[in-house]
């Protein structure tokens, strides 16, 4: 596959994502734009549960689906204030929630807490996506990792994901190696979402050929694979021989 073929294969697997500290709507209108505009379309936006009615406005009924965060970026709100949240996001226009486990209280050995946490918001996300977000990279080993991901899943789990962006240590190849592991064990269909650190295109196909050889070739799809990147959008659009937009998307991703 040449590096053109390859980048536009990410670039549809790819959550353009805005989750910067000082985001604004007009941020989060031009990253809409910028998630139609380019050589592929996305698979997704990714912005704060604020900005969710600006991007339904600025999207409309196009393909582009519209993700948001809740419990995030610590993982440690009280689960009403996250239902609550969850309710808001989705009555804006939200698509698919992405949701912070309580790692903290699992490391803890508090894993009623971490269930209860997303089996009370998969059951307001119904048939839309849940991307539970693990943040491995604060694991103490890869058997957390796999602890956390079983959890994840028999939960409610859609799409299990790596990381906030927000930590010091995020997406890591053993981590999600880890994770499709348990996928493949999985016995209804999962998804898994890198996300963290993943700027360039050799970043997005060390992850993809990971997928390939687990999960087989044809696997990642938007519907079961997705990258959370800010960053990676501009390596993708030049690899294709587009044009990058002036101003970068912005976030930790």
């Known amino acids: ?49 604020r900005f969710v009615a600006v991007a339904r406005e600025a999207l409309g009924d196009r393909a582009v689906r519209i993700a948001t965060v809740v419990n995030f970026p610590a993982g440690d709100t009280p689960v009403a204030p996250v239902i609550r949240e969850t309710d808001e996001a989705l009555e804006a226009g939200a698509d698919e929630i992405d949701l912070v486990l309580p790692w903290r209280a699992l490391l803890a050995g508090q894993t009623t807490t971490a269930s209860a946490m997303i089996g009370n918001v998969k059951m307001r996300c119904g048939e839309r996506p849940l991307k539970v977000i693990l943040e491995t990279g604060e694991y103490p080993d890869l058997d957390k990792v796999r602890e956390a991901s079983e959890l994840a899943i028999a939960a409610g789990a859609d799409f299990i994901k790596t990381s906030t962006g927000k930590t010091t240590h995020a997406a890591s190849i ?55 990147a800010s960053g990676l959008y501009g390596a993708l659009v030049e690899a294709i021989g587009g044009t990058v937009p002036a101003s970068p998307p912005r976030g930790s991703y």
């Open 1 to 49: 596959m040449s590096d053109a073929d390859l980048a536009r294969r990410s670039l549809a697997l790819l959550d353009l994502t805005d989750l910067a500290e000082d985001a604004t709507a007009e941020g989060a209108r031009e990253l809409c734009r910028r998630a139609l505009s380019g050589p592929v379309p996305v698979a997704a936006v990714c912005l704060w549960p």
């Open 174 to 228: 053993p981590a999600v190696r880890t994770m499709l592991g348990v996928i493949a064990q999985a016995e209804r269909p999962v998804g898994i979402k890198p996300s963290g650190g993943i700027r360039t295109l050799a970043d997005a196909k060390g992850y993809l050929d990971l997928a390939d050889a687990i999960m087989g070739p044809g696997w990642a799809t938007p519907a079961t694979f997705r990258f959370g």
